[in-house]
């Protein structure tokens, strides 16, 4: 009787040498190293403790798993690792199956969950990713298990098309998608709710119903999975929507909403009571609007946690939003800024007194840009205070107080007495009304450096609008440093970039004359989520306070020559930059249309 086929490190390795992915001598070291790596990687899996997920499906340790873990480099390339995404899909070419780098953010938590249970998934290492048809996509890490797939299909009565995808892609949807399956469904056995009365419409039922607990055991793992689901996704945002008769779970990443999950309505409100609790919000409130923060760890750093709750038609929706440090912090010179505007910018902050603005929209990096800069300001010798609506990120080097309009404690309030604290650098969350704006301005007269945020289109236009508050023309003159205009715009995944022309019809709308111009898009792929953008950069306009712009500011003061006078003198648009970075081949054309109109 034939021994069946079976994958292991050296066939792997030999596969790999012969379709030129790694060297001869790189076939010599794994083969030679290779054993020993495997009983490395083993003993790591055993004591991993609390991260294993499940005896079975931990202790398989993947050919692939293994060479990945020698970080060799991609044969001919320069500098490129082969990963194990790489060694999978190898793997799948020569056995001639298909490979699939699973997207957690179009699978179906139903079809996920439901085919195959879970003991059987984590002991075999195998996942439902799609179901058309009458036909049910299943993904396994070993190519050559055709008894399990022969089992599952005669016990589940199903028909199977099975692919091939990386050990850590699908032990990630087992820990994610399972564990989540499993609090909703263990907490919704638990719930004799039958309709939903937090909502508008008022249905009336003669026998009463009770929700769960907000401390029920499965919602609180179904909001711990919720969150490490988020934060392992880079998401931005967590949307949390009642309908009618559902609940919606979105995510927000790379400024682009998705649809994760649907969970049962009766569920909304344990799940809502839960979050509240932990932001420490008035569970028994649910008519007026409330904001609270949470802080957790997570990958050992911490992360902040911002939740606002808002009455809708059919219950309470919340949106967290998360503040990643990793983000919300980071260098000047890795957010996107050019060198000319970096300079200008690092020469503002520098100054010793005076008002720096960043205006632009909600979403479009204002809050990263003035942590990162008064990070790279924080030293002992400094004072630094803001006064923020709400905190949105709790720092150590930072004196951060809080806006509490509740009890009267507004931006005004606050700025009238913050002299008092002997502040060096004051950052105030935003510039709102005049009583705020008079404040900044006295602040920067008495000798202090004042950063803030304005909601304009442009830097020009922030100018005005402290004019229209009602701030002197001279007071401005004599305390703005200079202006921030930023937005946020989608990267090209490098992974599927590929270069076209531009049409006449665009050039002339980008006011590019009739000369032929390279630029770059994505086609869409499995690494950035069949998008073609992943992560995003600041494109910047930054408008110098100069002697000719002080000039122009008077009462009757218009945005055009404002402009006008700015651009003679070097400015470079939002449009401009947004464009350079298009034809850099860092963005699309279809970005700069869409962020700057």
């Not at 609790?277 to 990958?299: H, M, V, W």
């Amino acid at each position: 009787m034939k021994e069946p086929k079976k994958l292991t490190f050296e066939n792997c390795a030999h596969l790999l040498q012969k379709r030129g992915i790694i060297s001869s001598e790189q076939l010599v070291e794994v083969l030679a190293r290779g054993k020993a790596q495997e009983a490395r990687l083993y003993a790591l899996h055993q004591s991993g403790g609390s991260r294993r997920v499940q005896s079975g499906s931990a202790d398989i340790i993947s050919p692939a798993e293994v060479i990945a873990s020698f970080n060799l480099e991609l044969h001919g390339t320069a500098g490129k690792i082969l990963t194990e995404d790489l060694i999978t899909e190898a793997i799948a070419a020569a056995v001639g199956l298909e490979y699939v780098k699973i997207d957690p953010l179009k699978l179906d938590l139903g079809v996920v969950t439901s085919h195959i249970p879970r003991p059987f998934a984590l002991k075999n290492l195998i996942v439902a990713v799609a179901e058309q048809g009458g036909v049910t996509t299943v993904a396994v890490a070993d190519p050559f298990n055709d008894a399990i797939i022969n089992e599952l299909a005669t016990a589940r009565q199903l028909e199977i098309r099975r692919v091939l995808s990386s050990k850590s892609d699908i032990l990630k949807i087992l820990r994610e998608f399972y564990g989540f399956r499993a609090s909703v469904m263990a907490a919704e056995a638990e719930s004799t709710a039958g309709v939903d009365l937090g909502n508008l419409e008022q249905y009336f039922k003669l026998k009463g119903s009770q929700d769960i607990e907000g401390n029920d055991k499965h919602v609180i793992s179904a909001v711990d999975f919720l969150l490490h689901y988020a934060f392992e996704q880079h998401a931005s945002d967590i949307h949390i929507e009642p309908k009618r008769e559902k609940t919606l779970i979105r995510f927000r990443i790379d400024g682009v909403m998705h649809n994760i999950h649907i969970i049962p309505k009766p569920l909304h409100n344990p799940i809502v009571s839960r979050i509240k609790l932990l932001s420490r919000l008035d569970l028994a409130e649910k008519r007026r609007p409330q904001d609270g923060r949470i802080k957790t760890n997570f990958n050992n750093k911490d992360i902040e946690l911002r939740v606002s709750t808002v009455p809708v038609a059919f219950g309470e929706k919340v949106v967290i939003r998360i503040f990643d440090p990793d983000i919300l912090l980071q260098d000047l010179d890795s957010m996107g800024f050019y060198p000319r505007e970096l300079a200008l910018y690092n020469a503002f902050i520098r100054r010793p007194n005076g008002i720096i603005l960043v205006t632009g929209p909600t979403g479009s990096g204002k809050t990263t840009t003035l942590y990162s800069s008064l990070r790279s300001l924080s030293s002992p010798e400094v004072n630094i205070v803001t006064v923020e609506d709400p905190i949105e990120m709790v720092m150590e080097e930072f004196n951060q107080i809080g806006v509490q309009q509740a009890i009267g404690v507004g931006f005004d309030s606050i700025l009238r007495n913050i002299l008092r604290q002997d502040p060096d650098i004051i950052m105030i969350g935003e510039i709102r009304d005049r009583e705020t704006a008079e404040n900044a301005v006295q602040a920067a007269l008495t000798g202090h450096l004042v950063l803030s945020t304005l909601h304009t289109n442009d830097s020009a236009s922030a100018l005005v609008r402290l004019l229209d508050l009602g701030v002197q023309p001279f007071l401005i003159s004599a305390t703005v440093i200079g202006i921030i205009a930023q937005r946020l715009v989608r990267k090209i995944c490098p992974h599927c970039k590929q270069v076209r022309q531009l049409t006449l019809e665009e050039r002339a709308y980008l006011q590019l004359g009739k000369k032929e111009h390279r630029v770059w898009e994505g086609q869409g792929c499995k690494e950035c989520r069949g998008t073609g953008y992943k992560g995003r950069t600041g494109i910047f306009e930054v408008l110098e306070m100069s002697e000719r712009i002080r000039g122009l500011m008077t009462g009757s003061v218009e945005l055009a020559d404002l402009t006008t006078a700015a651009r003679e003198e070097g400015l470079a648009s939002l449009r401009q930059v947004a464009i350079r970075k298009m034809l850099e081949g860092a963005t699309t054309y279809e970005e700069v249309i869409s962020m700057t109109g």
